[in-house]
């Protein structure tokens, strides 16, 4: 089924949505859905958050986040999408919130006479998607429909069943406890199927040629392996500085912000075997074999800071946060035993790059696969994350064993380099010169 054939209401309640996330990236992928025909005919964007917003004052936040994007997108079919755009004011720590919003979603249901299909995005720092799943559930928003219209939509006859699905952001939770106590707390809410982890490096369109080159084994199967490279070299270079996130950020720091998640899947991507089948569950064990596997091989490890962090807006006073790290990590198999792959990340750095390099032996020379740069910075990512969710595909989604996995591997990297000094370096470093 296409999602712009299907008549079944879709209502997309985005937590946080005041924040950089749905300003930067979540509201231009919608209205470019949208622009597309790619929505379904009746959605409505609830953006819920403690400001005190009307309807017009969001969808104005909205425009201008659009325009800040794209300057000359057509602005008729802007005002139409934003007629989608609602707003309902909330504390996300507060249940009677929580409550409101239920009335709110059942109000619309109920003018229509038919259950509309939920999406949840928490679009929210990690610490606090407990008290959110704990509200969502003693809401009554876990199910789709209002109480009193459940029976009546099912008995429409249509066959299609509406659902709720809920995407989380990454990192999910901030460590492997925290992260299993989540998982515990949410498989209780919801079934495997509803919940979409999202790491939007898997959505771009580079990560997909990657995956899919890896399958193909483009080069030739005989030399994707131990005997014939040498090093494998990940990274997400980033030359912005932290900007106005350190609410998110500082305490998180750049190994759980992109480490465990964005990079360890660049390198799952590469170094993962092609499953016989193709089903979204047998791509996520082929990722997840990879990560079982994976561990620091080196004690040269660098964590850094930038000079000016500990300047920035709303950083606590004396942040040990790094901002820069670069780690050596092996993989026990017999493909890629003994091939060290090296990752690194950093903000303010003398350039926005982000690649795969991998490093024939024997000066074989180097291949480099780019998956973002200054000069393709457009990517559709987001849309991507909507598309498939509410398709509900989730090949493109972390299953929980992967982000278990993830943890396992970033959990020993923290607990080693607690003994190794911060490095502070300059803006505009080049990485190499970060020791
Ligand atoms: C996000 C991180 O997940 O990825 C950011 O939170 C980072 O800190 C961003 O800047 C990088 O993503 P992209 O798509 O801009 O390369």
Not at 37 to 44: A, E, G, I, M, T
Not at 178 to 186: F, G, P
Not at 308 to 320: I, R
Request: with cysteine; glycine share 6%; proline share 2%.
């Amino acid at each position: 089924m296409k999602i712009e054939n299907s008549n079944n209401p879709l209502i997309l309640v985005v937590f946080g949505a005041t924040g950089d996330l749905y300003q930067n990236k979540l509201s231009v992928s919608l209205f470019n859905l949208f622009t597309q025909n790619l929505l379904p005919k009746d959605f409505r964007v609830i953006g819920f958050a403690r400001r005190l917003f009307s309807d017009l004052e969001f969808q104005n936040l909205t425009r201008e986040s659009i325009l800040n994007k794209n300057k000359t997108c057509d602005k008729q079919i802007l005002e139409n999408f934003l007629t989608h755009v609602k707003y309902v004011q909330g504390d996300l720590t507060d249940l009677q919130s929580f409550q409101n919003l239920s009335l709110e979603l059942g109000k619309k249901d109920r003018e229509n006479k038919i259950c509309s299909n939920k999406l949840f995005y928490l679009a929210v720092p990690p610490n606090l998607y407990e008290i959110i799943f704990k509200n969502i559930s003693e809401a009554g928003l876990a199910i789709p429909c209002a109480r009193d219209l459940e029976l009546s939509a099912f008995a429409t006859g249509s066959g299609v069943t509406k659902w709720t699905r809920i995407l989380v952001e990454k990192p999910f939770g901030k460590d492997m406890d925290d992260a299993k106590k989540l998982d515990q707390m949410l498989g209780r809410l919801f079934d495997e199927m509803q919940i979409f982890r999202i790491d939007h490096y898997l959505a771009k369109k580079n990560m997909r040629n990657l995956m899919d080159f890896s399958f193909s084994n483009g080069i030739s199967k005989s030399l994707w392996n131990n005997q014939n490279i040498e090093y494998v070299k990940i990274a997400l270079y980033e030359d912005d500085t932290l900007k106005d996130r350190a609410n998110f950020y500082d305490g998180v720091g750049a190994l759980r912000d992109v480490g465990q998640n964005h990079v360890l899947q660049m390198l799952a991507l590469v170094a993962m075997e092609a499953p016989d089948k193709k089903l979204h569950r047998d791509i996520h064990e082929a990722r997840n074999v990879v990560f079982q596997k994976t561990s620091l091989i080196s004690e040269k490890i660098v964590h850094g800071q930038y000079e000016g962090y500990l300047q920035e807006k709303n950083v606590e006073k004396g942040s040990k946060t790094e901002t820069f790290f670069r780690v050596i990590l092996g993989i026990d198999n017999s493909r890629w035993q003994g091939v060290p792959f090296i990752l690194e990340s950093g903000k303010a750095l003398d350039n926005k790059e982000v690649f795969v390099e991998v490093c024939f032996k024997n000066t074989k020379g180097c291949f480099k696969f780019l998956i973002s740069s200054h000069n393709n910075a457009l990517d559709d990512a987001y849309e991507k994350v909507f598309y498939d969710c509410i398709l509900g595909d989730q090949t493109i989604f972390v299953s929980t064993g992967e982000v278990m996995a993830q943890w396992k591997i970033v959990t020993d990297i923290i607990q080693k380099w607690q003994s190794i000094p911060l490095v502070i370096y300059k803006k505009g470093s080049k990485a190499e010169e970060i020791k």
